[in-house]
C-alpha cells in the first residue's frame, strides 16, 4: 500500500477519534500506522496510547514496543509522568537494554541534565559491540544544547566516520564549522555533500557561499571566486535561474574577480556579471517592482 493511502488512514483514524470512536482495535491500528510511517504525531500518541496501556489490553508483542512509542511521545510532549512510568517499566522487563538507555537518556535531556544524559550516553556506547548511530546523534544533540561546540563537532566527526553516508550529518557538521568560521573544514563537508547529492541546488549554493567568504592571499582569493561562481552558476542552472540567492552570489563573484586585477586570466573574461544583473532585474520587475531601483544601482556600481 502507498505511502500516501497509509497517511490518509492516519487521519481518517484521528477523525474518528474525535467523533469518539476509540476502541482498543483503532488506537493499536493508528499507533502502528504511525510508527510503521515515521510520523510525528506527539500528542495523539501519548494520549491514546496512554488510553491502551491503561486498559491492558495488548499482547507481549505489541506491548513493549507501545511503552517505547509513547515513551517517546511524552517526552516531546513534556509529560514526564508518563514517559517516567513508561521507562519503569521498560527497565523492570529489559534492565540491560541499550534502547531502554537512551530513552533513560533523553529524559534526562527533557529536564535538561545534559550532563548527566552524556555522561549515560557515553556509558551505552562503551556497552556497544558496534558504533550505535542513535547513542551517537543523541549525544551530538546534548554538547549543542549544553553550548559545547567543540564537543559536538568531534562527535559528529566519530559519527561520520562510521555512518559516512548520512547526508544530514555532513551537513550539521558543515554548519558547526561555519558558526565557529572554521570555512575549509565546511568546504570539505558541502563537497561531500555536492557529491552524494549532486541534484540538490542547496549544497552547490552553500559551497559556493563558503568558498566566497574564504579569506586569502589574492592568488588564493581569486582561486576562491573562480570556484565560486561555477558552483553559484550550477545553482542558477539546477533552479532555472529562479533563485535570487544563487543569483546576486553568481553577480558578486563575478564582480568581485574583476576588481582583483591582478589575478585575472583570459577565461574570467565571461558575460555572467552581465547576465545575472539582468535576470536579478527582470525578476524584481516581475514580482517586487517596488524595489528594483535599488537593485539596479547595486549592478551599476
Known sequence: MAKGSKIQQVKDLEERFLQGDTT?????KYLTLVRDQKLRRSLEVSHYGKLILDAGLLLEEELWLVHEQVCTAALDCQDMALALKCIKKLRERFPNSIRVGRL?????ESQ???DDAVALYDRLIEKCTSPNANLIKRKIVCEKARGNTAAAIEALNEYLTNFMADVDAWAELGDLYIENEMYKQAAYCFEELVLAAPHNYLHHL???EILYTMPGSPPERADNLRTARKYYAAAVQLTDGKSV???YGLWASCRELSELKSQLTPEDETELEELSAEQLIQMYENLCPSKVQFV????AK
Open 24 to 28: 482498543s482495535t483503532n488506537i493499536v
Open 296 to 299: 539596479k544601482q547595486m549592478v
Open 206 to 208: 552553500k559551497y559556493a
Open 112 to 114: 535538561g541534565q545534559f
Open 104 to 108: 533513560r537518556g533523553m529524559a534526562l
Open 245 to 247: 540567492r544563487a543569483l
